[in-house]
T-cell receptor, first 113, second 115 residues
Framework: GESVGLHLPTLSVQEGDNSIINCAYS??????FIWYKQESGKGPQFIID?????DKRQGQRVTVLLNKTVKHLSLQIAATQPGDSAVYFC????????????FGRGTSLIVHP | ETGVTQSPTHLIKTRGQQVTLRCSSQ?????VSWYQQALGQGPQFIFQ???????GRGNFPPRFSGLQFPNYSSELNVNALELDDSALYLC??????????????FGEGSRLTVL
């Protein structure tokens, strides 16, 4: 079946660097995409979202890019900090009115001081 | 504003037993979703409740059942527990009256171990 997946299970960066976490999706009916951050021992926390009628959205230190042509989503974190260390999930939602996002496996981001 | 709270935080059961997990949704939210998260995996959708009615269900057997109460709190029940049911069970609430932004607010989960 169609699913959300991530290219890299682990990403290690130095503090202050920019981080890019990638995600591939295959369901062409998906119209809403969300990035979540999950710290150890906690539930996922919303970071940023984007709808399929957009190709870029910016938040505080984070940017999400959506490329519908190749069904690719990325999360960019500027000036990565040790507090950004966590597992990051992309999730897709299929249109139709209900918000029931499907999560990918996740990428572990490790930030070295 | 009170966030999503789940109980118990940890529990241990044996195969064949039954378990009930509880969730209090964030104030003003009318939708509750339950997810199962196995170690090293992303959350897998179990079901969603909207105003006390099931609003969607994932690929889980009927021994996974749920309820939503008039105050929008919710329960997840699992019967005939199996070893593979060991996981973190996450509850998420969303939606305000008339508006559903799509953002899920997660609790910290209930860690279930089945022996």
């Amino acid at each position: 079946g169609e699913s959300v997946g991530l290219h890299l299970p682990t990403l290690s960066v130095q503090e202050g660097d920019n981080s890019i976490i990638n995600c591939a999706y295959s369901n062409s009916a998906s119209d809403y995409f969300i990035w979540y951050k999950q710290e150890s021992g906690k539930g996922p926390q919303f970071i940023i979202d984007i709808r399929s009628n957009m190709d870029k959205r910016q938040g505080q230190r984070v940017t999400v890019l959506l490329n519908k042509t190749v069904k690719h989503l990325s999360l960019q974190i500027a000036a990565t900090q040790p507090g950004d260390s966590a597992v990051y999930f992309c999730a897709e939602n299929i249109g139709g009115g209900s918000y029931i996002p499907t999560f990918g496996r996740g990428t572990s981001l490790i930030v070295h001081p | 504003e009170t966030g999503v709270t789940q109980s118990p935080t940890h529990l241990i059961k044996t195969r064949g037993q039954q378990v009930t997990l509880r969730c209090s949704s964030q104030s003003g939210h009318n939708t509750v979703s339950w997810y199962q998260q196995a170690l090293g995996q992303g959350p897998q959708f179990i079901f969603q409740y909207y105003r006390e009615e099931e609003n969607g269900r994932g690929n889980f057997p009927p021994r996974f059942s749920g309820l939503q109460f008039p105050n929008y709190s919710s329960e997840l029940n699992v019967n005939a527990l199996e070893l593979d049911d060991s996981a973190l069970y996450l509850c998420a609430s969303s939606g305000t009256s008339g508006v559903n932004t799509g953002e899920l607010f997660f609790g910290e989960g209930s860690r279930l171990t089945v022996l």
